[in-house]
């Protein structure tokens, strides 16, 4: 079965199915001749250009690598600083409560009567 060549690119002049299709110096292009073949088949034609997809992709997810890297080092410090601090405060609160623990006991529940009220229908 023969391979259409439609393509949505309207062309100044038909060629014939079984002409190479070439560029080059001479066209007036600074595609090197050969460079553009025509393939007889779509199954060509699709390999190609799922090939260079992945080339290109793979060529992105290297130059982005060490971006993602840094980034990841970045927030895994941060992440390790605002545990630390979290730590703190909860160490910080426990100690306040084993103090006051009759004052803890009456935040808790003015804390809770406010909560209630807040979100009960009106």
């Not at 080059?24 to 553009?36: C, L, Y």
């Not at 992945?54 to 992105?60: F, I, S, V």
């Amino acid at each position: 079965m023969a391979a259409t060549t439609e393509t949505p690119f309207p062309r100044s002049n038909p060629m014939p199915d079984d002409a190479p299709v070439t560029a080059g110096p001479e066209q007036g292009s600074t595609v090197p001749t050969g460079h553009f073949t025509k393939t007889t088949t779509d199954g060509d034609v699709l390999s190609r250009v799922v090939r260079g997809a992945h080339d290109t992709l793979d060529r992105l997810a290297e130059s982005a690598a060490p971006h993602v890297q840094r980034l990841q080092e970045g927030v895994g410090g941060r992440a390790a600083q605002v545990k630390e601090v979290g730590d703190e405060w909860a160490e910080s609160l426990r100690c306040t409560v084993r103090d006051n623990p009759l004052a803890a006991v009456a935040t808790a529940l003015a804390l809770g009567v406010l909560i209630a009220r807040l979100t009960q229908p009106r």
